[in-house]
C-alpha cells in the first residue's frame, strides 16, 4: 500500500513537472508549440516514465530539477518584488538542498545557486538570497552531520558512495 502510494506521488510530481517545462520552454522560446513540443517529450521520455514506476527517491530528482529550473527562469524573468523573490529563493533553496539529501552528488547545487543569484540580481538582493540559500543548507546539513557524527562516529555529510557515485561518471562513455 505504501508503495502504491509513493508510486501515485512519483507521478503526481513527475505530471507537474510537465507544467514547468511548458513554462521553462514558453520563457526561452517565446512560441507557445516549442513549448507544447516540450512539455510533450518531456511527458514521453520513457526513461523516465521507467523510474516513476519504482517508489524510489530517485524518481523524484528529475521532477526537482525541473522545479529548480522553473523557479530560476520565473524569478530571473520577472523581476518583481524583493518579497517575492525571497520566497522563491525559499523554496528554491529547499528544492536544491532536499535534492541534495536524497542524491549526494548533486551537492555543489547550493554553491551554483548562489553564482546564479549574484549574477541575475542586484548586489544587496543577491546577497540577501544566497545567505537563504546558505542557511537552509548549513541548517539541514548541520542536521545530517550531527546525525552522522552520532550514529556512525564519522564527520561526512553525504553518504559514503559520493566519491564512487561522481568517479563512475568519468571516462564512463566516450565524448
Do not use: C
Not at 43 to 64: C, F, N, S
Not at 78 to 100: E, H, M, P, T
Not at 114 to 132: D, E, G, K, S
Not at 142 to 157: C, H, K, L, P, T
Request: aromatic share 14%; net charge positive.
Amino acid at each position: 500500500m505504501a508503495a502504491e502510494g509513493a508510486q501515485i506521488f512519483q507521478v503526481g510530481l513527475a505530471a507537474l513537472a510537465t507544467v514547468g517545462v511548458f513554462s521553462i520552454a514558453r520563457a526561452v522560446f517565446l512560441a507557445a508549440p516549442v513549448a507544447y513540443l516540450a512539455a510533450l517529450f518531456y511527458a514521453l521520455y520513457l526513461p523516465e516514465a521507467r523510474l516513476l514506476a519504482l517508489p524510489h527517491e530517485y524518481a523524484w530528482m528529475g521532477p526537482l530539477m525541473v522545479f529548480a529550473a522553473w523557479i530560476m527562469v520565473e524569478i530571473s524573468r520577472r523581476k518583481d518584488s524583493a518579497k517575492n523573490a525571497y520566497l522563491a529563493g525559499i523554496a528554491l533553496a529547499g528544492i536544491v538542498v532536499l535534492a541534495a539529501l536524497m542524491r549526494s552528488t548533486v551537492i555543489l547545487l547550493p554553491f551554483l545557486l548562489v553564482l546564479f543569484f549574484f549574477l541575475t540580481f542586484p548586489m544587496r538582493r543577491a546577497f540577501a538570497m544566497a545567505m537563504i540559500v546558505i542557511v537552509v543548507f548549513v541548517v539541514v546539513f548541520g542536521a545530517v552531520f550531527s546525525y552522522n557524527m552520532s550514529a556512525f562516529g564519522e564527520q561526512r555529510i553525504v553518504r559514503r558512495s559520493f566519491w564512487h557515485s561522481v568517479g563512475t561518471g568519468i571516462g564512463q562513455f566516450p565524448n
